[in-house]
């Protein structure tokens, strides 16, 4: 230490002085794009103005016009671009020439800490932290405003041209999102992004300030501040600790530093932390993590010595059981006063969704996604998800249960499986109210109802052979009849029928003769009523009492309504299993009703079945001739004003009341932006 001391000698001892008047609002400004020999001390500053909060500062400088360096005609156009011709009092460049040029700040460092502005005088070193640290860069915020200038000339331009075109109007399609709910992760990385950044920075008021020049008498008065004011001796100012305290303060030993731990996923939870929770949280977390797992499973996650009665007990409250494992109930997945993060869907929907898909499960084994969208009427994203929690696809089977079948666990615990049982019951009385439909409608194709009689493919061919034949037959008999009275012209267009997707003729079917299909349109009056009769009979009474309330449907929308009729019919009653898109047509044409030749805009978006409409034309009102030359308009225009429809009945027919234009609009079209669109045809 005596050595080390000789070689450092202390030459000269010198006092500091923390000064803090101007702590606050000290400020280095830097100017990396100028040299430091070129200053702009003795530049004209025009206006200065500063939001304090986010350490911006915005100064506006005098250019020299008269230099040899400047351009003039350079500064004339770039004036021009930014500020147009007119003189206004918020133009850019009140001289008509580029004569000031704006510097923005950006901060240097976020952490000044570490520097401070020291002024030695007398023998005395006084400091004085910064506040921030600037570096000042020029800002080319008038190539902006040249460039919104130039594009609101060009949409003048473009506007004046079109104004000619008025009387169509363009309905623009508006898209609607729900917002999903954010979590932590995306709420972090929206707050550092640039859009949000820009945002908070447009909150914030300029404040605008008065420039003094280095050599101006407040700036003078201003650099005392820089000065310690008080030194007194009755202030302890003097360092008062060891060199060991000191030494600590500079260096903080490692024990007193905090570990930040990182951020992890928010789904990741170590079996240490989950061990930490009650059982019945311990259970909710697995179940909600891992969706459907056999209760073995479950009892391998949890601490040894678990009690398994315990467990059931929670599993009960979090879970369901479907093919002897459990599967995490809906409700804890989505809870209340949430929504989906795909469509925005309320949660109450959702779960009834999702409590049907797991209810097909404890059916059978696979599923087809189509036949449950189909039914409980979700966005494709939703139910694929409700699949992949439980399920995997498979080639040409639809979705799969994802465990096999428990049977073990149902053997071991039957009392918890007949409960759950009992559960499940209850649950499906409730979702036949909501989506309106009969267990029935699902029977297994391995249950015993179906396997009653073995029927050959030879045999299954031959009857659907002869069904089709007796279809052919009975519908061209009755269309010829129907023809012969009538002014409806059908046009025969080759339109590919669908699969018939009918499960295989059951025993009954067989003994009695018959295939379980539609039998076409016979209207024979024999005694006793035969099948063709009472189906064809059914379906055109359905057609025309649907075509009473409606009177104009798209074929997608009566496909739609004719599938509710079929669901709400008594089981084992309906004999519609196989009716084609051609034969519901051929119904429609023949119920006094017609197809009416829309012309949709080429670019539509509307599928096939909704492009085809079909109106009510004949009920033996005096009012049918309002709805027949309403159909006429439109197969001119897709979409019509109402003064053009009021215009045409009243020229057709004579002064027409506001009553009989309202009922005409109210029974066949539907109105959007102004516009009126027959029932089913608006272009979303």
Known sequence: MASGDDDDPIIEEIDVYLAKSLADKLYLFQYPVRPSNMTYDDVNHLAAKIKPKQQRVELEMAMNTMSPNYCRSKGEQIALNVDGTAYEETNTYSAKMMDKQTFSSIQATTNTSRYAVAVFRK????????????????????????????????????????????????????????????????????????????????????????????KDSRSEHERQYLFCQSVDASENSELVKSPKEYLAMLMP??????????????????????????????????????????????????????????????????????????????????PKNTCSPHSGVPAEVLCRGRDFVMWRFTLERSVMRKEITSIIKLPPEDVKEFLEHVAVPRVNRGWEFLLPTDVDFIKKHQDVAHRQHMLWLGIQSKLEKVFNFSKEDFVPKNSPQAE????????????????????????????????????????????????????????????????????????????????????????????RKTFRKHFVLTLNEFKRLFNLHL???????????????????????????????????????AASDEQKVFGLWE?????????????????????????????????????????????????????????????GTIQS
């Not at 069904?467 to 061209?476: F, N, R, T, Y």
């Not at 299993?577 to 805009?601: E, G, N, R, T, Y």
């Not at 027949?628 to 429809?645: Q, V």
């Open 567 to 605: 669901a709400s019919m008594p089981v084992g009653r309906s004999v519609f299993h196989s009716i084609s898109d051609h034969m519901l047509q051929d119904a429609i044409l023949l119920c006094q009703c017609k197809q009416i030749m829309v012309p949709f805009p080429a670019q539509s978006t």
């Open 452 to 543: 009653l009689v073995h029927v050959s493919g030879e045999q299954r061919l031959k009857m659907a052979q002869e069904c089709a034949q007796e279809k052919q037959s009975s519908l061209q008999k009755d269309l010829d009849s129907k023809r012969a009275g009538s002014s409806v012209r059908i046009k025969q267009e080759p339109e590919d029928e669908p699969m018939d997707t009918s499960p295989s003729p059951s025993s009954s079917a067989i003994l009695n003769g018959s295939v379980n299909g539609y039998p076409g349109f016979d209207h024979t009056n024999g005694n006793g009523g035969s099948p063709a009769n009472t189906s064809s009979q059914e379906l055109l009474d359905f057609v």
């Open 123 to 214: 023998g005395e070193l006084h400091v004085t932290p910064l506040t921030g640290i600037l570096q000042m860069r020029p800002s080319f915020s008038y190539l902006d405003k040249a460039d919104t200038k130039t594009r609101e000339r060009e949409a003048a331009n473009e506007g004046g041209d079109s104004s000619q075109d008025e009387a169509e109007d363009d309905v623009k399609a508006i898209t609607v999102r729900f917002a999903r709910p954010e979590s932590e992760q995306a709420r972090q990385r929206r707050i550092q992004s640039y859009e949000f950044l820009q945002k908070k920075q447009a909150e914030e008021p300029w404040i605008h300030l008065h420039y003094h020049g280095v």
């Open 619 to 679: 009920t033996g009102e005096e009012f049918d001739k309002h709805r027949r030359l309403l159909y006429e308009l439109f197969t001119k225009n897709y979409r019509i004003r109402r003064n053009m429809i009021q215009v045409r009945v009243t020229q057709e027919f004579g002064d027409a009341s506001k009553a009989d234009i309202d009922r005409l609009l109210n029974e066949c079209c539907s109105s959007h932006a102004g516009m009126w669109y027959l029932k």
């Open 253 to 334: 030993p490692l024990a007193e530093e905090i570990v930040v731990k990182p951020a992890g996923p928010s789904n990741v939870l170590s079996m240490a932390q989950l061990r930490t929770l009650p059982l019945g949280d311990q259970v909710k977390t697995l179940m909600k993590n891992v969706k459907v797992m056999p209760f073995a499973n479950l009892m391998g996650l949890l601490a040894s010595g678990t009690d398994s009665t315990a467990v059931l007990r929670c599993i009960q409250q979090v879970a369901l059981l479907v093919q002897g494992n459990w599967v995490v109930k809906s409700d804890v997945l989505y």
